[in-house]
């Protein structure tokens, strides 16, 4: 399995030895993987397609 990274805050990915692809749009990352874990609360995460996508959302950013 592959690994696809986002973050809005791009100096994350300067400092990680990584073999995973990294993307500067939530919503490319999000449609090129088949499972999303959202790790930060941030509401920008609400307006985007999950279509065909298992979440995992421990922050229930998602929560109406």
Known sequence: KKVH?????????????????????????IKNSEIVILMHFDNCYKKLDYKNTKIIDPWGVLND
């Open 5 to 29: 990274l986002h973050d809005n805050i791009l100096e994350t990915f300067q400092n990680i030895d990584t073999n995973a692809t990294t993307y500067n749009s939530a919503q490319d990352c």
